[in-house]
């Protein structure tokens, strides 16, 4: 047993897990399975719905992001109803109580009181399954994991489920930062499954498009990490490339994949792209995020974008982003033809659009304008949806410790693109409230929902007005001038 995995908790994982693995096989008639789809929801929902399958019951998935008109779910008509990966509240559980239908709850991050509400009682009709009955650290396994486990206790070839449940763990970010390596749990799943000759680990580059564009292309459509110089800029990519003596093409006269490198090659783009990033003062995050571990899935075709998790991640966070929740689950389930066709396609498009505006900013195409309190980004010449906006931030293009204001002007009025500042948001500090007194005041015309992203509509004509009372309104919030 590792320091963070005790043989007691390890024993009473697999105590729980074989528990519910029994209410599993025990289940009777219709199954409702509502998940929340994050990318560990849709993981999750794909292993519970191919458990399912195996009985031969009538079942249903559908995904949403929220648990409104619960009242409305509950007489739906089906005998089991699974809620994956939600947040659960009092009130849930005090409505869940009501119903006469089994409940199933599966979600590794759960509310201790409201934990105790169902396991102090022994409902018999509502079932859950957390980290919290475990009494471990919610970092340890996500619910895909969960799951995983549960499979363990079920069927002979239970590891088939570990991919999902290894990428339920990336994108709950459960790995060591430094190392970039799995914790917890995670890591008795990826060594089943290296012993299963499912995957295999290697370490090297880790950027999207390893497997399967030529390599001046991945650097180009690179935007996390974000290489300064060479994301978005395709001629910049083939010279860098020429400099460092990294040929392109194969003797077949065949586009080269970063997989294909030599090893001594690997260590040359490593080197390279290393001092690129640190020329830039870039953080030791973004060249963790380069180098590091890569499990490689066997089962996959080569050159694909599943032949290895973190691209598998992308893949499948892109799509998310841009609700292809049932393309996703789709993939999931194994599916590799036209659902899968079709997801590549959208991200594609996501992922080079999201380049292509770097690339605007590196040529000077965009305006930014550098507030006290904030960042206004002017000039962006296409928008397909907020999220390509959402990557842009995230690619460490702009300095963070700002809120980053995308501004988009029409004829009579602009649109504000907001992103709040994770730094700021840690601090307790968010924009957010500022807008809203702002619409209050009818200085903006409107708002979306609070969001790590929300727009704003303003008349052209109250633009300036609206940047002076929001630094006005920042002053006065940072500093303590005057209660607001």
Same mark, same amino acid.
């Given at each position: 047993?590792?320091?963070?995995?005790?043989?007691?908790?390890?024993?009473?994982?697999?105590?729980?897990?074989?528990?519910?693995?029994?209410?599993?096989?025990?289940?009777?008639?219709?199954?409702?399975?509502?998940?929340?789809?994050?990318?560990?929801?849709?993981?999750?929902?794909?292993?519970?719905?191919?458990?399912?399958?195996?009985?031969?019951?009538?079942?249903?998935?559908?995904?949403?992001?929220?648990?409104?008109?619960?009242?409305?779910?509950?007489?739906?008509?089906?005998?089991?109803?699974?809620?994956?990966?939600?947040?659960?509240?009092?009130?849930?559980?005090?409505?869940?109580?009501?119903?006469?239908?089994?409940?199933?709850?599966?979600?590794?991050?759960?509310?201790?009181?409201?934990?105790?509400?169902?396991?102090?009682?022994?409902?018999?009709?509502?079932?859950?399954?957390?980290?919290?009955?475990?009494?471990?650290?919610?970092?340890?396994?996500?619910?895909?994991?969960?799951?995983?486990?549960?499979?363990?206790?079920?069927?002979?070839?239970?590891?088939?489920?570990?991919?999902?449940?290894?990428?339920?763990?990336?994108?709950?970010?459960?790995?060591?930062?430094?190392?970039?390596?799995?914790?917890?749990?995670?890591?008795?799943?990826?060594?089943?499954?290296?012993?299963?000759?499912?995957?295999?680990?290697?370490?090297?580059?880790?950027?999207?498009?390893?497997?399967?564009?030529?390599?001046?292309?991945?650097?180009?459509?690179?935007?996390?990490?974000?290489?300064?110089?060479?994301?978005?800029?395709?001629?910049?990519?083939?010279?860098?490339?020429?400099?460092?003596?990294?040929?392109?093409?194969?003797?077949?006269?065949?586009?080269?994949?970063?997989?294909?490198?030599?090893?001594?090659?690997?260590?040359?783009?490593?080197?390279?792209?290393?001092?690129?990033?640190?020329?830039?003062?870039?953080?030791?995050?973004?060249?963790?995020?380069?180098?590091?571990?890569?499990?490689?899935?066997?089962?996959?075709?080569?050159?694909?974008?599943?032949?290895?998790?973190?691209?598998?991640?992308?893949?499948?966070?892109?799509?998310?982003?841009?609700?292809?929740?049932?393309?996703?689950?789709?993939?999931?389930?194994?599916?590799?033809?036209?659902?899968?066709?079709?997801?590549?396609?959208?991200?594609?498009?996501?992922?080079?659009?999201?380049?292509?505006?770097?690339?605007?900013?590196?040529?000077?195409?965009?305006?930014?304008?550098?507030?006290?309190?904030?960042?206004?980004?002017?000039?962006?010449?296409?928008?397909?949806?907020?999220? @390509?906006?959402?990557?842009?931030? *995230?690619?460490? +293009?702009?300095? %963070?410790?700002? $809120? !980053? /204001?995308?501004?988009? &002007?029409?004829?009579?009025?602009?649109?504000?693109? @907001?992103?709040?500042?994770?730094? *700021?948001?840690? +601090?307790?500090? %968010?924009?957010? $409230? !500022? /807008?809203?007194?702002? &619409?209050?005041?009818?200085?903006?015309?409107?708002?979306?929902?609070?969001?790590?992203?929300?727009?704003? +509509?303003?008349?052209?004509?109250?633009?300036?007005?609206?940047?002076?009372?929001?630094?006005?309104?920042?002053?006065?919030?940072?500093?303590?001038?005057?209660?607001?």
């Amino acid at each position: 047993m590792s320091e963070e995995v005790t043989e007691e908790i390890y024993t009473n994982l697999k105590n729980v897990t074989k528990e519910f693995s029994s209410l599993i096989q025990d289940t009777l008639g219709t199954h409702l399975i509502l998940t929340n789809p994050t990318i560990d929801g849709l993981c999750a929902s794909s292993i519970l719905f191919e458990l399912l399958t195996n009985k031969e019951n009538g079942i249903q998935v559908s995904f949403r992001k929220s648990l409104r008109n619960l009242q409305k779910i509950k007489e739906r008509k089906y005998d089991n109803i699974w809620l994956l990966n939600y947040k659960i509240t009092k009130e849930h559980i005090e409505e869940l109580k009501k119903s006469n239908k089994t409940i199933f709850i599966i979600n590794y991050k759960m509310d201790k009181e409201v934990f105790a509400m169902i396991n102090g009682k022994k409902e018999d009709r509502i079932h859950i399954l957390s980290s919290v009955s475990l009494k471990m650290n919610e970092r340890f396994l996500s619910s895909s994991g969960l799951l995983y486990f549960v499979a363990k206790a079920y069927e002979k070839d239970y590891y088939r489920y570990g991919v999902q449940a290894l990428l339920g763990a990336l994108s709950e970010g459960q790995i060591e930062i430094s190392s970039q390596e799995f914790i917890g749990f995670n890591r008795f799943i990826l060594n089943e499954l290296i012993d299963a000759n499912v995957l295999s680990l290697v370490h090297g580059t880790r950027i999207r498009g390893r497997e399967t564009k030529p390599i001046h292309l991945a650097l180009m459509h690179s935007i996390d990490p974000y290489f300064p110089g060479l994301t978005g800029n395709e001629g910049a990519c083939t010279s860098f490339l020429s400099r460092i003596g990294i040929t392109m093409k194969d003797q077949n006269n065949e586009w080269r994949k970063i997989s294909d490198l030599t090893k001594q090659e690997m260590q040359t783009l490593n080197d390279a792209l290393i001092s690129l990033i640190v020329s830039e003062g870039k953080n030791t995050d973004d060249i963790n995020k380069l180098i590091g571990p890569i499990y490689v899935l066997k089962n996959e075709q080569k050159e694909s974008y599943t032949k290895n998790l973190d691209e598998f991640l992308l893949l499948i966070e892109g799509a998310v982003n841009l609700e292809l929740y049932g393309l996703v689950f789709a993939v999931l389930l194994g599916n590799r033809t036209f659902q899968y066709n079709q997801i590549i396609y959208e991200i594609d498009n996501y992922y080079g659009e999201s380049s292509q505006i770097i690339g605007e900013i590196e040529n000077n195409q965009i305006t930014l304008e550098n507030k006290k309190y904030f960042l206004v980004v002017e000039g962006l010449s296409s928008l397909n949806n907020h999220n @390509v906006l959402k990557k842009l931030c *995230q690619s460490g +293009k702009f300095d %963070l410790n700002k $809120p !980053i /204001f995308f501004l988009f &002007k029409k004829r009579k009025y602009s649109e504000i693109f @907001v992103y709040e500042s994770p730094v *700021q948001k840690i +601090k307790g500090y %968010l924009i957010y $409230p !500022i /807008f809203a007194r702002l &619409k209050d005041e009818r200085i903006i015309e409107e708002i979306s929902d609070k969001d790590e992203f929300f727009v704003v +509509k303003i008349l052209n004509e109250s633009l300036d007005k609206t940047y002076t009372e929001i630094e006005k309104k920042l002053d006065y919030h940072y500093h303590g001038k005057k209660k607001q």
